[in-house]
């Protein structure tokens, strides 16, 4: 497609429950990030990768989150156990030469 | 992270300049960005301004940079409605690939 394509774009899920979000980059681009919006807050760097390999995954907030890129392409964003702190919007972008293009964001609701 | 400072709101009359600004921490920031996000959609780049400038215009939008304060500002001018949103500054240390977000300043304009 033209842009980072992010789904689901909503998702509502009960606390403890396992959630997979994908990301779907700009054709060719090779770094994508995720990142994770809470309400009224600018987005948090969560990880990076550079091809298939995750080059800095230091935001990841602890070993409930993993981040998977296995042909260099498609990402997803693997959440488990999930807690209500989770709740929050998580952007994804995709770079070829510096400048950031986001997708819509997954907008993760946990009860 | 690095810390990127933004005041959280603004509001200016139709057809007025605004003005957006930003302080950020890393001196070895090769790149400083301003994004716009409009509700319910990602963020979306409008302009960047490489470290070795202190000045850069874009049509409406006129980017400032003093380095030796570490400070960035947006400048819109002739404000329209459309140009309501949330505006963050971001930068792009030398270190790495990583960017870093302000929390965003929400921009409202008054008809």
């Known amino acids: 497609g033209a842009g980072v394509s992010q789904t689901p774009s909503n998702k509502v899920t009960e606390k403890g429950k396992y959630v997979e979000l994908r990301c779907d980059p700009i054709?060719?681009?090779?770094?994508l990030y995720w990142y994770r919006q809470s309400l009224g807050q600018g987005p948090e760097f969560l990880i990076y990768?550079?091809?298939?390999?995750?080059?800095?995954d230091s935001g990841l907030p602890n070993d409930r989150f993993f981040a998977v890129r296995p042909e260099g392409s498609v990402s997803t964003l693997k959440i488990q156990r999930t807690e209500r702190g989770d709740s929050a919007v998580y952007l994804c972008?995709?770079?070829?030469?510096?400048?950031?293009?986001f997708g819509e964001g997954s907008r993760l609701t946990v009860l | 992270g690095e810390d990127v400072e933004q005041s959280l709101f603004l509001s200016v009359r139709e057809g007025d300049s605004s003005v957006i600004n930003c302080t950020y921490t890393?001196?070895?920031?090769?790149?400083l960005y301003w994004y716009k996000q409009e509700p319910g959609a990602g963020l979306q780049l409008l302009t960047y301004?490489?470290?070795?400038?202190d000045m850069k215009q874009d049509q409406r939008l006129t980017v400032l940079l003093n380095k030796k304060d570490k400070h960035l500002s947006l400048r819109i001018a002739d404000t329209q409605t459309g140009d309501s949103a949330i505006y963050f500054c971001?930068?792009?240390?030398?270190?790495?690939?990583?960017?870093?977000f302000g929390t965003g300043t929400s921009l409202t304009v008054i008809p």
């Open positions: 972008a995709s770079s070829l030469q510096g400048e950031l293009f």
């Open positions: 054709s060719g681009h090779t770094a």
């Open positions: 990768f550079q091809g298939t390999g995750a080059a800095d």
């Open positions: 890393d001196s070895s920031s090769t790149y």
């Open positions: 301004i490489f470290s070795n400038m």
């Open positions: 971001a930068e792009s240390p030398n270190t790495g690939n990583q960017f870093y």
